[in-house]
């Protein structure tokens, strides 16, 4: 099952990881204040953002993804899929019986 690492902007990160546990495709997602540093368009940026890491389980993980990118502000958003490689069962089980 994945945790997906998303960046966005802090005005977007309280909708985004609402709309996500609401509509059942996350069953959690944390959020933490992060800065990037990054370049686009040729021009380095540093740039405050929040990190939001969204519990899914494979079979959300598209729709999740899907409904990020609609709900994101930038042309190009940061989403990152990470394969656990273990994991407690009582948590796994919690997050399957989470998510539709």
């Known amino acids: 099952m994945p945790t997906v690492y998303i960046t966005v902007p802090p005005a977007a990160a ?6 996500l546990v609401e509509e059942r495709l ?3 997602v944390n959020s933490v204040s992060t ?3 990054y370049r686009w368009e040729g021009e380095i940026h540093h740039d405050d953002e929040i990190v939001l890491l969204a519990k899914t389980t494979d079979d959300a993980y598209g729709e ?4 990020v ?10 989403i990152e899929r990470f394969d656990e490689a273990d994991v ?10 989470s998510i539709d």
């Open 35 to 37: 800065t990037s540093t």
């Open 69 to 78: 990118q609609t709900l994101h502000p930038h042309d190009v958003p940061c």
């Open 26 to 28: 996350a069953a959690c």
């Open 14 to 19: 309280d909708e985004i990881a609402e709309t």
């Open 64 to 67: 999740l993804v899907d409904r």
């Open 88 to 97: 407690l069962e009582s948590f796994a089980q919690w997050r399957a019986e």
